[in-house]
């Protein structure tokens, strides 16, 4: 993945700091139950509004965001990652 080298560069996603980062090896398969579509996933991030709200992103090979989630506190966003991408051993990277 080109990205590879970007992500971990990047301080701030969508107006918030980012906290933490994944990059999947290969790409995974989200299906999305609110709209019954199926989104190509390459990476997450979980993003602080100064303490207000924890974002979490499911992002594309582009860095753009396919899905999004509102939690208050990071464990929460990485719970939601767990449960959407069982099987998979999500270790966070922090910044």
């Not at 499911?58 to 860095?63: K, M």
Request: glycine residues 4%; contains cysteine; charged residues 30%.
């Amino acid at each position: 993945m080109e990205k590879d080298l970007y992500l971990p560069q990047i301080e701030f996603f969508k107006g918030a700091r980012v906290l933490h980062y994944f990059e999947f090896v290969e790409p995974q398969e989200y299906k999305d139950p609110e709209f019954f579509t199926i989104k190509e996933v390459h990476a997450l991030v979980i993003c602080d509004y100064e303490g207000e709200e924890t974002m979490l992103f499911y992002l594309d090979d582009g860095l753009e965001v396919n899905v999004e989630f509102e939690f208050m506190i990071p464990s929460q966003a990485k719970e939601q990652a767990k449960t959407d991408f069982s099987g998979i051993d999500i270790q966070w990277k922090n910044k």
